[in-house]
């Protein structure tokens, strides 16, 4: 992966779990919660790819699952293909829009980043996961794979 494609852009406060669930809306007021990790400095496309887990690859929706998200046999593994393609809606699209204004980046970038840093997180909470349970532990792992091997695959 072409690492100028991916590399942070500046350092400043970031949420720390910047994902649609802490985001409350009522009308035009927006709310931001579950401010715990935001009392530190790090990467912005850290919060992208937060962002990223609940809009590309739908965590709210596999996040408790109790079946497994996956067959394999021989070393294949067969996975439900609804949490590995972005489906671009006008939503999806307006939050793109909002993070190429933040970071000062084309389209291409944004998505690029957020699936690293997104990747990135499930390769990090894969500790997390196997509290769960193995097959949610080996589903973060194959997560950050085939979005890795998309982004491969895009250069």
């Keep these: 992966i ?20 802490n985001i409350m809306t009522n009308g035009d007021k927006v709310k931001v919660i579950d401010m715990d ?14 962002m990223c887990q609940s809009i ?5 929706q596999w996040k ?13 593994f067969e996975c439900v293909d609804d949490y590995f393609d972005v489906c671009y809606t006008d939503e ?7 993070w190429q204004t933040t970071l ?9 980043k957020g699936i690293f840093y997104m990747s990135m997180y499930f390769i990090r909470f894969v500790p997390f996961r196997l509290k769960i349970s193995r097959d949610h532990g080996i589903f973060a792992i ?14």
Excluded at 2 to 21: A, N, Q
Excluded at 64 to 76: A, F, T
Excluded at 92 to 98: G, N, Q, W, Y
Excluded at 142 to 155: G, P, Y
């Design 64 to 76: 408790n699952l109790n079946e497994p998200l996956y067959n394999y046999g021989d070393m294949n």
């Design 104 to 112: 000062n980046e084309d389209r291409q970038t944004i998505i690029n």
């Design 37 to 50: 990790g935001s009392d530190y400095f790090d990467a912005v496309e850290l919060d992208l790819g937060k």
């Design 2 to 21: 072409d690492h100028h494609k991916i590399k942070p852009k500046f350092i400043r406060p970031i949420h720390g779990d910047f994902t649609l669930e």
């Design 142 to 155: 194959i997560m950050a794979i085939v979005w890795l091997d998309k982004l491969r695959s895009d250069e």
């Design 56 to 60: 590309f690859s739908r965590y709210k």
């Design 92 to 98: 999806i699209d307006e939050i793109i829009s909002l």
